[in-house]
């Protein structure tokens, strides 16, 4: 989405937090993709809030240290494909009469008009035509079409392009996060059932709804690593750090819910299980009353706190599994040199997009 220059060149994927900055490069190996490069730098607090740039010269700083400090290959390219942040964009599947392309067009307009508190001189957008899988249709003709609609604030995008441009990057995308996660941990890009995405990232949790082709719904809630390493430094009167090594180790054992871990993460928890499962209910009443949420796939450096998907499961009643971010790179699991396992989960949006630098 928001592509400014030639999509055929290809790239690789900036993940931009409010915390941290991830890159990811791909190559071809045979008949799969490697992961060539990749690195990893903390942005410290304040520097970007709720995904605005409040201090520029601090981010251009921190994405030069992270290019310089790249593992494995050197980058051979200066263009990129940057994620932008959830809670600024917006995402929509839309039904559409069926109507010609230039139709379509002018359409899609009056759309944005109907759903952006924004006026179109205010935002970038794109859009797709999402194709139907045969068992969607069913030998029946389709007398409609799904289009997906992405939404971006120029107010957002065009400071993040400048910031760039001074680190001596070359953007040429911005996506949403939410389509570069989904590209990451969906085979194929095709989910014959409706599935649901939990990011659990260090400021926020992200949920979207895929089904067939596409997203149907994204949101963001507050819940994080922060605030739950926040939380139990509280509780416990230990320091971050402490908190946060214990959060991983011990995090929600079920044959422990009267441990002060247990305890003071569970409210959190709960709240998380409630809007996951509203979600859910809202998805199946009002988008797709045919199809049941299948399952959940976990993602985002907070999906190794230690019980977490036997929490979920159990109170959600619906299976619940660690996602694959590898699994449109290659077939089988590798060890990745310099990047443990347990990191990989935070690096899944900028693979998605580093999937989308090579395709």
Known sequence: MLEFLNPKICGFGIDLSDLS?????????GDEFALSS?????????????????????LISVIKEAVKNIKGEPLKTKYCIVSLPETVSFVQMVKMPSMTPEELTEAIKWELEAHIPLSREEIYYDWQIIEHLPTESAGQPVDHLDVLIGVLPKKTVDPY???????????????????????ALIKNGVAP??????????????????????????????????????????????????????????GLDL?????DVFETFQPSMN???????????????HVDSGNEISRILLCGGGANLA?????????????????????????????????????????????????????
């Open 21 to 29: 900055i991830k890159i990811a490069n791909l190559k071809k190996s």
């Open 38 to 58: 990749f690195s990893r730098q903390e942005i410290p607090e304040g520097a970007i809030d709720q995904g605005e740039i409040k201090k520029e010269e601090v």
């Open 161 to 183: 392009l400048e910031v760039l441009k001074k680190a001596g990057l070359k953007p040429f995308i911005f996506e949403i996060e939410s389509v570069a996660t989904a590209r």
């Open 193 to 250: 059932a409706p599935l649901m995405i939990v990011d659990f990232g260090a400021k926020r949790t992200g949920l979207l709804i895929f089904s067939g082709r596409t997203i149907f719904f994204t949101t963001s809630l507050p819940i994080s690593n922060v605030s739950l390493v926040d939380s139990l430094s509280k509780k416990l009167n230990i320091s971050r750090e402490k908190a946060r090594q214990i959060k991983f180790k011990v």
């Open 255 to 259: 044959g422990r819910r009267e441990s």
């Open 271 to 285: 709240e998380l299980v409630e809007k996951i499962q509203s979600y859910i209910d809202f998805y199946q009443e």
């Open 307 to 359: 019980g977490l998907p036997e929490f979920l499961a159990a109170n959600l009643k619906m299976p619940v599994e660690i996602g694959n971010p590898w699994v449109n790179i290659f077939e089988e699991p590798k060890e990745i040199p310099g990047l443990p396992p347990s990191e990989a989960l935070a690096y899944t949006t900028a693979l998605g997009l580093a999937l989308r630098g090579v395709s």
